[in-house]
């Protein structure tokens, strides 16, 4: 089953603490995004790397840092530098290609700092 | 980057045909615009896409005028299920460009 998985669905953690988010997918997407939407909100981009060992800022990536190591995998580290940290983290990833591309979510990662 | 404009609410009942317009005044020539939806606590999903005049699939329809300077996503006969946020993109076909995700239009089925 191809897809894209994102876990934990939940994490809780103290605030000051580094905490990494995981995003997995088996699409062979060359591209992949990492979001944040928070309540009521619509999705703003963090950051995105469209080949393996690059990547690119978003409009919101202070706070933030990502890898991109392999094709299959870009975890999103939420750093303590970042305010606000709550919020619900969506990952996804479509493919390179000339035409114009759709992006595949995961299910998304709730993280709750207090 | 082309901006979207879209309803922030809509409400409707089950059976009846679903149109929300979304406005890009600045659409570049080779852009596309896409639909997507999404369900709470979920990621969204691509619905439909197109460039001009009207594309069908078994979900929806999407209505672009010859300006392209909007767009009309149609859901024909809905039902509660979807009750869901539907966010119009513009699609930029320069892969370096980024999409954008506004805060999309919140359909509210009724029975």
């Known amino acids: 089953d191809g897809g894209i998985t994102q876990s934990p669905k939940y994490l809780f953690r103290k605030e000051g603490q580094n905490v990494t988010l995981s995003c997995e997918q088996n699409?062979?997407?060359?591209?992949m995004y990492w979001y944040r939407q928070d309540p009521g909100q619509g999705l703003r981009l963090i950051y995105y790397?469209?080949?393996?060992?690059?990547?690119q800022k978003g409009d919101i990536a202070e706070g933030y840092s990502v890898s991109r190591e392999k094709k299959e995998s870009f975890p999103l580290t939420v750093t303590s530098a970042q305010k606000n940290p709550t919020a619900f983290y969506l990952c996804a990833s479509s493919t390179s290609t000339n035409r114009v591309h759709e992006q595949y979510f995961g299910p998304g990662t709730r993280l709750t700092v207090t | 980057l082309a901006k979207t404009t879209q309803p922030i609410s809509m409400d409707s009942y089950e059976g009846q045909e679903v149109n929300i317009t979304c406005s890009h005044n600045?659409?570049?020539?080779?852009?596309?615009i896409t639909w997507y939806q999404q369900f709470p606590s979920q990621g969204p999903r691509f619905i439909i896409q197109g460039y001009k005049t009207k594309v069908t699939n078994e979900v929806a329809s999407l209505f672009i005028p010859a300006d392209r300077k909007s767009s009309t996503l149609s859901l024909p006969r809905v039902s509660l299920s979807d009750t869901a946020v539907y966010y119009c993109l513009v699609d930029p076909m320069n892969r370096d460009d980024k999409i954008i995700f506004g805060k999309g239009t919140r359909l509210h089925i009724l029975p």
């Open positions: 600045n659409i570049a020539t080779n852009d596309y």
């Open positions: 699409l062979n997407h060359d591209a």
């Open positions: 790397s469209q080949i393996v060992n690059d990547f």
